[in-house]
T-cell receptor, first 112, second 110 residues
Framework: DAGITQSPRYKITETGRQVTLMCHQT?????MFWYRQDLGHGLRLIYY???????DKGEVPDGYVVSRSKTENFPLTLESATRSQTSVYFC???????????FGQGTRLTVV | DAKTTQPPSMDCAEGRAANLPCNHS???????VYWYRQIHSQGPQYIIH???NNETNEMASLIITEDRKSSTLILPHATLRDTAVYYC???????????FGAGTILRVKS
């Protein structure tokens, strides 16, 4: 199916564990983004990528690692999860030719 | 990217036009005004964008002042399903970052 999908939709992990959130898009969009949204707050940009093998930090990158070996995938890794990283994570993609960004359904991550 | 200022919340009666303001006094000449909305628990959804001319699509109209320092998103006939957080963002077209502010909570009431 065409679109942008995130997996898993829900995840519970323990403090100190490594966890990876997956994001896959089928449009071959050049840009991809990761945001987090905490209860009652707006979206904050974690990392973004302009193309495969090109990534850059957003507003809140600490504690996160990203990679972009293929255009269609943009995984986000929490190397050692902390309770403060409990949040809803949204992935998005867009292209230079397409002015709008498309968002995934979100991943709700709970760190206990 | 220039910063935006929006009211924290607004109410609108169902069937009426919802007019959501946004101030962006430091906008640059090559920055567009984008509007997104986020319905509860879902990912944000693109609504409309413009540079200096007024724009209209099937969802909304965007009115940008002549000096481009402010704009208004208009939902012509608001429905209960339009209840959401509306974000006004300024960025270069196709620019690499899309930074969200606090947005406006629009509550459409019957």
């Amino acid at each position: 199916d065409a679109g942008i999908t995130q997996s898993p939709r829900y995840k519970i992990t323990e403090t100190g564990r490594q966890v990876t959130l997956m994001c896959h898009q089928t449009w071959s969009h050049s840009y991809m983004f990761w945001y987090r949204q905490d209860l009652g707050h707006g979206l904050r940009l974690i990392y973004y990528s302009a193309a495969a093998d090109i990534t850059d930090k957003g507003e809140v990158p600490d504690g996160y690692v990203v990679s972009r070996s293929k255009t269609e995938n943009f995984p986000l890794t929490l190397e050692s999860a902390t309770r403060s990283q409990t949040s809803v994570y949204f992935c998005a993609s867009g292209s230079l030719l397409n002015t709008e960004a498309f968002f995934g359904q979100g991943t709700r991550l709970t760190v206990v | 990217d220039a910063k935006t200022t929006q009211p924290p919340s607004m109410d609108c009666a169902e069937g009426r036009a919802a007019n959501l303001p946004c101030n962006h006094s430091t906008i640059s000449g090559n920055e567009y005004v984008y509007w997104y909305r986020q319905i509860h628990s879902q990912g944000p959804q693109y609504i409309i964008h413009g540079l200096k001319n007024n724009e209209t699509n099937e969802m909304a109209s965007l009115i940008i002042t002549e000096d481009r320092k402010s704009s208004t998103l208009i939902l012509p006939h608001a429905t209960l399903r339009d209840t959401a957080v509306y974000y006004c963002i300024v960025r270069v077209e196709g620019g690499n970052k899309l930074v969200f502010g606090a947005g406006t909570i629009l509550r459409v009431k019957s």
